[in-house]
T-cell receptor
Framework: NAGVTQTPKFQVLKTGQSMTLQCAQD?????MYWYRQDPGMGLRLIYY???????DKGEVPNGYNVSRLNKREFSLRLESAAPSQTSVYFC???????????FGPGTRLTVL | QKEVEQDPGPLSVPEGAIVSLNCTYS??????FMWYRQYSRKGPELLMY????GNKEDGRFTAQVDKSSKYISLFIRDSQPSDSATYLC???????????FGKGNQVVVIP
C-alpha cells in the first residue's frame, strides 16, 4: 500500500513551457486535492475533485488545469509556466465520509 | 481576517520540555479539527484528529478544542529532537471535506 504517490519529485522548467504533475492513490479514496505550498503562505488549494468525474476550483486556480482520469489518478497541468508558479506542489486524498486528508511527498517545481 | 490564524514561530525548546501550539479561527461552523506534522522536504502527515470540543490524547500528544473561544491547541510532552518539524492546524465544517489550514508553526527541539 503506497498511499499517495507523486511524480516527478523535482522539475525545472523555463517560462512558457508546459508540464503535467501526476498523482495517484491506492487507498480507494473518493476525493483528491492539489495544493501549493510557499514560504509564509501555507498550503493553498488549487483544485479539488470530490469524486471521479468532477473537479472544482480552489483558492488559487489561475494558470492550472486538472484531470481526474479515474478514481486513482488526479493530474495537474501547467499550460504555460510562469516564475510565480515556482512552488512545492502536494496532492492529497480523502476517504468517503471522512475529513482527514492524506498527502503525497510533493513535487518541487522551479520555473526560470 | 483569515479563517485560521497560526503563529508561524519558530519555536525553540530544550529536549524534554512541553511544546504548546495553538490556532484561532473565525468560522463557527468548523466541527472537525486536525493537526498535521510536516518534516523538512516531506509531505504533511496526520498527527491528531478531533471532533467538536474536548481533549484527545495519543501518547505524548494532546489536542484540545475550545469551540466557545474558537481556539485549538496541541501539546507535546517530553519533547524529543525527532519532534522538530512544522505543525499545521486544519479544520473543516460538517459535510465539507475541504480543509482550512493554518500557515504552520516551526518547532525546533534542542538536544
Amino acid at each position: 500500500n503506497a498511499g499517495v504517490t507523486q511524480t516527478p519529485k523535482f522539475q525545472v522548467l523555463k517560462t512558457g513551457q508546459s508540464m503535467t504533475l501526476q498523482c495517484a492513490q491506492d487507498m480507494n479514496h473518493n476525493s483528491m486535492y492539489w495544493y501549493r505550498q510557499d514560504p509564509g503562505m501555507g498550503l493553498r488549494l488549487i483544485y479539488y475533485s470530490a469524486s471521479e468525474g468532477t473537479t472544482d476550483k480552489g483558492e488559487v486556480p489561475n494558470g492550472y488545469n486538472v484531470s481526474r482520469l479515474n478514481k486513482r489518478e488526479f493530474s495537474l497541468r501547467l499550460e504555460s509556466a510562469a516564475p510565480s508558479q515556482t512552488s512545492v506542489y502536494f496532492c492529497a486524498s480523502t476517504p468517503q465520509g471522512a475529513n482527514t486528508q492524506y498527502f503525497g511527498p510533493g513535487t518541487r517545481l522551479t520555473v526560470l | 481576517q483569515k479563517e485560521v490564524e497560526q503563529d508561524p514561530g519558530p519555536l525553540s525548546v530544550p529536549e524534554g520540555a512541553i511544546v504548546s501550539l495553538n490556532c484561532t479561527y473565525s468560522n463557527s461552523a468548523f466541527q472537525y479539527f486536525m493537526w498535521y506534522r510536516q518534516y523538512s522536504r516531506k509531505g504533511p502527515e496526520l498527527l491528531m484528529y478531533t471532533y467538536s470540543s474536548g481533549n484527545k490524547e495519543d501518547g505524548r500528544f494532546t489536542a484540545q478544542v475550545d469551540k466557545s473561544s474558537k481556539y485549538i491547541s496541541l501539546f507535546i510532552r517530553d519533547s524529543q529532537p525527532s519532534d522538530s518539524a512544522t505543525y499545521l492546524c486544519a479544520m473543516s465544517p460538517y459535510g465539507n471535506n475541504r480543509l482550512a489550514f493554518g500557515k504552520g508553526n516551526q518547532v525546533v527541539v534542542i538536544p
